[in-house]
């Protein structure tokens, strides 16, 4: 009946949403009927209402949606979805303010003489309206009604036209900022979430550990990381799509000839095209820009994008055209150069300030913030003035933004009633049941949700389907895919939902605004080519996911921030980008060799000793670091042979887990079943409970007689490997760090000669003194002494001349006293040979650590330099396979 039931969910809410009827209402009515008649035939046919639910009860699932939606969202730690209203605002207001009609018009006018330049311009505008307003209705309408007429006037193929403006339009949905970006990645920090507790379960059915190493766990996303993410594929996608209308106008010049235009390219010209690609740009630059470089989370950026989308629709709606019509701009960039002129010079935090200068940056700040209140306000008014601009705006943010979180409660009750009727566990075990592993299963999903973008929008595909799908693709540890890359690969897929017959919006759009000259069959053929090229666009980016995972990476790693170098899921690429180094340079051998032969015996037997320790290691590190090649190789050579005798073993000891559960199941019923009257009953149960205990037989007898051999041998070559690593990174930190602990104790070389008058004048002060008085003194001295690195033989002997005097039944002063000489004798040793290794061993231990600090040093570092960092960002946008680990 469960699946009854999930069918009847399924088909209520097809009905309704191929009905007309709102998305908002259509999901969350459609959760709540089911589970209605779930619990209602439950009654009267079984006297329960839980009876048809795969767990739980009616109450549990008709609130489940509700208070998932209200835990995750009224957390102040995700607080993704502030953004959204903040976008909208901006793109709204960018759009009432006429800035398309302006780029259009100029853009035409620049490319118009190309071949194919007027699709080009439309092209190139819908990027940059995708990177401000990013609102798909507004950017399609704008261009139909301007550069449609224009593009027909001109002889362009009505097909061409349209398809080029139906598929500029929905660039939004991948250019960031993006509104469907922030919903998928709100979407995907629950699905990591749920895949890194499945791919611990997995991993300890696989290999009977109570832990997984973190390297193994799943990454979460964000925002701010999907936006860099899309950021290339974005371009991608644009230079797909003006490399098509260019060579489309080359092969057939007739359907999209050159224009010719009036306007002399003078300097008026390129001052109009300045002044028209200036602000937009600018904007780009400021909302982007600080995400990437770390300056503004998502929200701010937000914030920063609708107030300069209010300033720029101040002096764009300005009707007077009067000498002001600038200037609140103007006094909204001097007070962003301010503002950033004493953020660099500066100190801006009031209790740091300790000087004349930091305040006079603080007043320079406060006025550099007051201009900008001035600009905003100003602005504001203006919008708020001219036809009651503000107050549309507003509106129509207001609609948008409750259209969405309406939506998105929908949805979380939707899945709810899915998994109440187990269809989060029918898909899990469909997907891992294909053949071909995790590739067929995305796939599969892929093509699902091309499908249901003929029907649905986008983000009812975001919100009801990723987190059904998502966890299941992100758990598995074969493809071990970012969570960033399959967000943008969801997003490249969602973005043709806009464009697919019969229900593709920018369709819609363009249609209510295109003569009627223009045929619709004209229009459906015309974004085939361009579904196309999304299409291509998914396929070169799942090929090749640095694409994706490259630009996140190399923010995250080049940032305050930044992963620090011993961070588990480093070390393979440290281990590569050390290896590298190592043979391109070939001194470190000769530096480690001139290390070893070093005259020590200016340093206590102890310390040299340690001190040896460490440049033996870095001997040894060096030796063991091909090892690592050697081992790897050999893994990677018997993987081919080895992975598929994995997953067939896997696969059959998966069955044998889900039979057992059965049988397990089947105890617990059989238990209960005492009574004599429930025989009958009871030997039912047990004939099944036999039938699936032959089943685990034979499911055993499949697995291959080599299978325990095979697994040994493999087993000892992981070992070797993860053996030779574990060598080197041993011994790499070991190298550093003894001579690296030296040199902090001969930094401490003048604190420790600052000591020196105190502990001699201690001497009378012990023997004059009571011993009270006197124990505290001591105390005092052996904490400084305890501060200073590599001091620890003095401050002992005067702890224990403290105790000595401490004693209260029982005062020792001649005992401390005695401490006391043993206290002045080590302080006269130390202070010899730290003189004499500082000035012999400094030196050569400094340009030793010197030496090896971006190799053998690389893991003790507190962060990775640009280069070690760029070299990471590389190396971790692969996907790396880790099955072999489960």
Same mark, same amino acid.
């Given at each position: *009946? ?12 097809a009905?309704?949403?191929?009905s ?17 008649l ?12 839980d009876?048809?639910?795969?767990s739980?009860?009616?109450?549990q %699932?008709?609130?489940?949606?509700v ?6 969202? %009224? ?6 979805l502030? /953004? ?5 605002? #901006? ?11 302006? =780029? ?34 507004a ?31 929905t660039?939004g ?6 509104i ?14 749920q895949?890194?507790?499945?791919r ?11 832990? *997984? ?29 003006m ?12 359907a ?17 095209? /300045? ?5 937009p ?5 400021? !909302? ?12 701010q ?10 300033? *720029? ?16 701009a ?17 100190? #801006? ?25 001035i600009?905003? !306000? ?11 601009? #503000? ?7 207001a ?46 999903? #892929?093509?699902?949700i ?6 649905l ?6 919100? !009801?389907?990723?987190?059904?799908v ?9 493809a ?12 490249? $897929?969602?973005?043709?939902?806009? =464009? ?9 759009y363009?249609r ?62 440290i ?18 060799? $001139? ?7 200016v ?23 091909p ?7 050999? !893994? ?36 209960r ?25 034979? =499911? ?10 095979? $697994? ?19 011994? /790499? ?33 012990i ?20 501060k ?13 001349a ?13 005992k ?9 004798a ?19 231990? $400094? ?16 962060r ?23």
């Open positions: *009946m469960e699946l009854f039931f999930l069918a009847l969910l399924v088909l209520i809410m009905g309704a949403l191929g007309g009827y709102p998305v908002a209402f259509a999901l969350p009515g459609s959760a709540i009927i089911t589970i209605g779930a619990a209602g035939a439950g009654y009267l046919f079984d006297g329960n209402t009876a048809y639910f795969h739980g009860g009616p109450q %699932w008709l609130s489940a949606g208070t998932n939606l209200r835990g995750v969202y %009224w957390e102040v730690e995700r607080d993704t502030i /953004a959204i209203p903040l976008f909208i605002f #901006m793109g709204i207001m960018l759009q009432r303010s006429k800035i398309a009609e302006d =780029l259009l018009v100029t853009m035409a006018q620049l490319f118009g003489p190309v071949p194919g330049g007027l699709g080009i311009s439309v092209v190139f505008v819908g990027a940059l309206l995708a990177a401000t307003t990013g609102i798909v209705g950017t399609v309408v704008a261009m139909g009604l301007i550069s449609l007429p224009a593009m027909l006037r001109n002889k362009y193929s009505p097909s061409l036209a349209t398809g080029t403006i139906a598929a500029s339009g660039l949905q991948i250019i960031p900022p993006s469907v970006l922030i919903i998928l990645a709100d979407q995907l920090a629950s699905a990591t979430d895949a890194s507790t499945a611990k379960a997995l991993h300890k059915e696989a290999t009977g550990e109570l832990s *997984m190493p973190s390297a193994f766990d799943v990454a979460s996303t964000s925002a701010g990381e999907m936006f860099l993410g899309a950021f290339v594929p974005g371009i991608l996608l644009v230079l797909l799509y490399a098509y209308i260019l060579i489309y106008a080359v092969i057939n010049p007739k999209a000839p050159a224009v010719q235009s009036d306007s002399k390219f003078n300097r008026a010209f390129w001052g109009q095209v /300045a002044l028209t690609l200036v602000p740009l600018t904007l780009i630059f400021l !909302v982007l820009g600080s995400i990437i470089t770390g300056v503004a989370t998502v929200n950026a937000g914030a920063i994008g609708a107030a300069g989308a209010m300033i *720029m629709a101040g002096y764009r709606l300005h009707e007077n055209g009067g000498k002001l019509t600038y200037v609140p103007i006094l909204g960039l001097i007070a962003l150069a301010m503002l950033a002129f004493v953020l660099d010079r500066y100190e #801006m935090n009031l209790k740091s300030i300790d000087t004349a200068e930091d305040w006079f940056g603080i007043q320079l700040g406060l006025l550099a913030t007051l201009l900008l209140i600009s905003l !306000v100003w602005s504001g008014a203006r919008v708020l003035r001219i036809g009651n601009t #503000m107050h549309g705006v507003m509106l129509e943010t609609k948008t933004t409750s259209l969405v979180f309406i939506i998105l409660l929908g949805a979380a009750m939707l899945t709810a009633a899915f998994r109440a009727f187990g269809g989060e566990e029918l898909v899990r075990d469909f997907l891992n049941s294909l053949p071909g592993g995790f590739w067929t299963q995305f796939i599969i999903v #892929m093509a699902v091309f499908i249901l973008g003929f029907f929008d986008f983000i009812e595909i975001a919100v !009801v389907v990723v987190p059904i998502a966890p299941i693709l992100l758990a598995d540890p074969g071990n895919i970012t969570a960033v890359w399959l967000g943008v690969m969801i997003g490249l $897929n969602i973005q043709t939902s806009f =464009l697919t017959p019969p229900f593709g919006f920018a369709l819609f363009l209510g605004v295109a003569p009627k000259a223009v045929k619709t069959i004209a229009m459906y053929k015309g974004v085939i080519a361009f579904i196309g090229l999304q299409l291509a666009a998914l396929t070169i980016v799942g090929l090749y996911p640095p694409l994706v995972n490259y630009l996140p990476n190399r923010v995250s790693f080049l940032s305050e921030t930044a992963p620090p170098p011993r961070n588990p899921k480093l070390q393979h690429c281990e590569q980008y050390v290896s590298d180094q190592v043979a391109l340079d070939g001194n470190l051998s000769t530096t480690v060799a $001139n290390a070893l032969n070093m005259d020590l015996t340093l206590p037997k102890d310390l040299a000793k340690d001190l040896t320790k460490g440049f033996e290691s870095g001997e040894t590190a060096l030796i063991s670091l090892r690592i090649s050697e081992t790897a190789a050999a !893994v990677n050579a018997a993987a081919d042979d080895y992975r598929p005798q994995l997953s067939y073993v896997r696969s059959i000891e998966k069955q044998v887990r889900v039979v057992q559960a059965e049988i397990k199941d089947l105890d617990t019923r059989i238990g079943l005492r009574d004599e009257s429930e025989k009958a009953e009871r030997d039912r149960l047990q004939v099944i409970r036999a039938g699936f205990a032959d089943e685990v037989a034979h =499911l055993e007898k499949d697995v291959p007689d080599t299978w325990v051999s095979v $697994n040994e041998e493999f087993a000892t070559m992981t070992t070797a490997e993860q053996k030779a690593r574990t060598t080197y990174r041993r011994h /790499a930190d070991s190298a550093w760090s003894g001579p690296n602990d030296l040199l902090a104790i001969l930094d401490g070389n003048t604190e420790f000669a600052a000591l020196e008058q105190q502990l001699r004048d201690l001497k009378s002060f023997e004059t003194t009571p011993e009270a008085d006197a124990h505290e003194t001591v105390n005092q001295l052996s904490k400084a002494f305890g200073v690195e590599g001091a620890g033989d003095v401050k002992s002997a005067l702890s224990k403290r105790r000595a005097l401490k004693d209260k039944r029982n005062p020792d002063r001649e401390a006293l005695v401490q006391y000489d043993k206290a002045v080590a302080y006269e040793e130390q202070a010899q040979w730290r003189s004499e290794a500082d000035t012999v061993l400094r030196p050569k231990l $400094n340009a030793y650590l010197e030496a090896i600090r971006p190799t053998l040093g690389i893991r003790s570092q507190e990775l330099n640009r280069e070690q960092a760029l070299f990471m960002a590389g190396c971790n946008a692969k996907h790396r396979d880790i099955s072999l680990n489960f």
